[in-house]
């Protein structure tokens, strides 16, 4: 729901509760006074006999006054001021319930105190009222609904352009750039204190991800560095009068520098993938899939296995294609190591990439998928980390990857939607 | 064949200058920019095997200066940075190949000589090596005037051991010419082996000398034989 349209519903119910309650308290209002208005003019009759009758009692007029009557007040204390008694009484000429006002007064004649007790009746418009009230504040409210419908859409447009514009460049910006986005001067405060966070914000996260970069280069030159310096020195060992045995180790040591340095690739590459910005392109991945295989073919045929394809044709995936280099690799290095032969089998459908291996069933569930560094002991010293790899890739590309394991085949899937 | 090898890393440098100095290369060495600055400008070296990180600067950065100031020098670029960003701006600023580190010197060394023959293309186009004629660009093997039918990967592995004639390479570092950016922790060595097997069996077949031997438990020589 836009912020307009909530402006304008949280106003509607505002205005709804207020004009009940000001529909409740004028329709007391209206009655209240029609009952103030009996009683003051009875109140005024009863004045105008009081004087009437001040002198003389029996000079009250009594056929004038047809709603007027006078009796002697039996107690000794005369009270203050008017009584008023207000009921609903039948009216049979009318045939209807009416209400009937007595107002009373008690007046000190020369004779003796005289309560003058007037009354009237009248039908009191209780529905009508409603109806009448109703009416006014119903159009009252259905004008100023559309006058702040339409208000509310002008000011989102005026008052939150500047909002949309911080949202076009929030959503425009990348870490790895170079420079932050600049914010337009803004007259709303809210609007300003926001954009000066929002560039502080980038600012930081710019300078923290270049900080991490430098970092992780400079890791990975510290490590690969000495790394290379002993692969180095190996060869050049190697190549000098050496016994059989010191050759043996020699080389045992270089299938552990390789070992270490692939591991290093491979955390590096989890390193950076975590920072990593996307660099998606249209990519044929028909045309792909058929080139990078044969890349395998003779590591297939040296283990005596077959490469089963069911390559779909014309399937383009949005994909970073060095990150889509890095999944077949992983993909096809852990069928190689983890398949039991004898044929590897990949699929590609236009959702989706599937490598099958034939092996032994899981011994873990295949939800609990590809901790990193699992450690597999029929498999030697391979590690689950190509897969972790893969993972990620997934998680930044935001495609599925699934383990399945059925009819004997081990299935790792990557959904592209 | 000059090279010029610009790195930081001292002990490094000077392995590989004593690797290549062996390959009869004519190798000189130069651990920083600056340095390497002032040997550019006063002799000419045909390969500058250049590092990236420096202290006193960018390796990339530098290899746009060589390649605006001496159109002669080839540049292979040599990192610790598995980045494609670098890889790119390295390639695009003009480098000739790019290896990254740690690397086998014996690839090294396969590579200097693989960008040197393609400058130096048509003298060598066609390499001898004992009684076996490589034509470099149509990869095919003759022996004694007949083709012999090799895999890709069979005629890249011949190649690579002719480039390091007389040397023991190791099996790593065949596998890592073979494979190396497609597979991790594979169990190349089988692969190595069955790629070298085969190998050697057709050129036997074809009446070759391959002068192949294995060394124990690490690799594997290729010697030239001198013929009588």
């Given at each position: 729901m836009r912020l307009g349209s909530k402006f304008s519903v949280g106003f509607a119910c505002i205005a709804l509760v207020v004009l009940l309650l000001a529909l409740v308290i004028s329709y007391q209002a209206v009655k209240k006074s029609t009952i103030q208005a009996h009683i003051g003019k009875l109140h005024d009759l009863n004045s105008h006999v009081g004087q009437l009758i001040a002198t003389d009692t029996a000079a009250f007029p009594s056929e004038r006054f047809r709603y007027t009557?006078?009796?002697?007040?039996?107690?000794?204390?005369?009270?203050?001021?008017?009584?008023?008694?207000?009921?609903?009484?039948?009216?049979?000429?009318?045939?209807?319930?009416?209400?009937?006002?007595?107002?009373?007064?008690?007046?000190?004649?020369?004779?003796?105190?005289?309560?003058?007790?007037?009354?009237?009746?009248?039908?009191?418009a209780d529905s009508q009222y409603?109806?009448?009230?109703?009416?006014?504040?119903?159009?009252?409210?259905?004008?100023?609904?559309?006058?702040?419908?339409?208000?509310?859409?002008?000011?989102?447009?005026?008052?939150?352009?500047?909002?949309?514009?911080?949202?076009?460049?929030?959503?425009?910006?990348?870490?790895d750039q170079h420079e932050t986005p600049k914010f337009d001067r803004n007259s709303t405060y809210e609007f300003r204190k926001l954009n000066e966070q929002l560039a502080r914000m980038m600012q930081r996260s710019t300078r923290d991800y270049l900080a991490l970069k430098e970092f992780n280069e400079n890791a990975s030159h510290e490590l690969q560095t000495p790394l290379a310096i002993m692969q180095s020195k190996i060869d050049l060992l190697i190549n000098t009068p050496l016994q059989n045995e010191q050759l043996r180790l020699l080389g045992e040591m270089q299938d552990q520098i390789a070992r270490l340095s692939s591991v290093k690739k491979a955390l590096t590459l989890l390193m950076q993938l975590e920072h990593y910005q996307l660099k998606r392109n249209a990519v044929?991945?028909?045309?792909?899939?058929?080139?990078?295989?044969?890349?395998?073919?003779?590591?297939?045929?040296?283990?005596?296995?077959e490469l089963h394809t069911e390559l779909a044709e014309y399937v383009t995936v949005d994909i970073d294609a060095h990150l889509l280099q890095l999944v077949v690799n992983n993909l096809m290095s852990?069928?190689?190591?983890?398949?039991?032969?004898?044929?590897?089998?990949?699929?590609?459908?236009?959702?989706?990439?599937?490598?099958?291996?034939?092996?032994?069933?899981?011994?873990?569930d295949t939800t609990a998928l590809i901790p990193r560094f699992h450690y597999r002991e029929d498999s030697g010293n391979s590690m689950g980390i190509g897969l972790s790899l893969v993972q990620k890739i997934a998680d930044l590309q935001q495609f599925n990857f699934t383990y399945t394991f059925e009819k004997g085949l081990h299935n790792l899937t990557l959904h592209f939607f | 064949m000059k090279i010029l090898i610009v790195e930081d890393e001292i002990a490094l440098g000077q392995a590989v200058m004593e690797y290549l100095t062996r390959e009869q290369m004519l190798c000189e060495f130069a651990s920083?920019?600056?340095?390497?600055?002032?040997?550019?400008?006063?002799?000419?070296?045909?390969?500058?095997?250049?590092?990236?990180?420096?202290?006193?600067?960018?390796?990339?950065?530098?290899?746009e200066w060589i390649k605006m100031n001496l159109d002669r020098s080839q540049v292979i670029l040599l990192s610790a940075q598995h980045q494609l960003e670098t890889k790119l701006r390295?390639?695009?600023?003009?480098?000739?190949?790019?290896?990254?580190?740690?690397?086998?010197?014996?690839?090294?060394?396969?590579?200097?000589?693989?960008?040197?023959?393609?400058?130096?293309?048509?003298?060598?186009?066609?390499?001898?090596?004992?009684?076996?004629?490589?034509?470099?660009?149509?990869?095919?093997?003759?022996?004694?005037?007949?083709?012999?039918?090799?895999?890709?990967?069979?005629?890249?592995?011949?190649?690579?051991?002719?480039?390091?004639?007389?040397?023991?390479?190791?099996?790593?570092?065949?596998?890592?010419?073979?494979w190396g950016d497609y597979t991790d922790n594979l169990d190349n060595f089988d692969f190595v082996y069955q790629h070298v097997k085969n190998l050697r069996r057709k050129?036997?077949?074809?009446?070759?000398?391959?002068?192949?031997?294995?060394?124990?438990?690490?690799g594997y020589k290729m010697e030239e034989v001198v013929c009588a």
């Open positions: 009557a006078i009796r002697p007040y039996p107690k000794a204390d005369l009270p203050a001021g008017k009584k008023v008694r207000i009921q609903k009484v039948f009216d049979s000429t009318i045939l209807s319930e009416v209400t009937r006002i007595e107002v009373s007064t008690v007046v000190q004649t020369r004779q003796a105190p005289m309560e003058i007790v007037s009354s009237t009746r009248y039908i009191q409603l109806t009448a009230i109703l009416m006014v504040f119903a159009w009252i409210f259905v004008f100023l609904i559309s006058v702040s419908l339409v208000l509310s859409t002008v000011f989102s447009m005026h008052i939150l352009t500047p909002f949309y514009k911080t949202l076009r460049i929030i959503s425009r910006f990348r870490v044929d991945l028909t045309t792909y899939m058929h080139t990078a295989l044969t890349v395998y073919q003779d590591v297939i045929e040296l283990k005596g296995w852990n069928a190689l190591k983890h398949g039991a032969g004898p044929f590897i089998k990949v699929a590609l459908t236009p959702t989706s990439l599937v490598f099958s291996n034939p092996g032994a069933p899981p011994a873990i | 920083n920019l600056k340095a390497a600055k002032d040997k550019l400008l006063h002799n000419s070296y045909d390969i500058i095997v250049l590092d990236i990180q420096f202290p006193d600067g960018n390796g990339v950065d530098f290899l390295g390639l695009d600023a003009g480098a000739d190949d790019y290896i990254t580190k740690p690397f086998d010197l014996p690839e090294l060394s396969a590579r200097i000589k693989a960008v040197y023959r393609r400058v130096h293309g048509n003298s060598q186009k066609k390499l001898q090596f004992n009684n076996l004629v490589i034509d470099v660009d149509a990869l095919e093997l003759r022996i004694e005037g007949n083709l012999v039918n090799l895999t890709k990967k069979e005629i890249q592995l011949l190649l690579f051991f002719i480039a390091n004639k007389n040397r023991v390479v190791s099996r790593q570092a065949i596998a890592n010419h073979l050129i036997v077949e074809a009446q070759g000398i391959d002068g192949l031997q294995t060394v124990y438990g690490i």
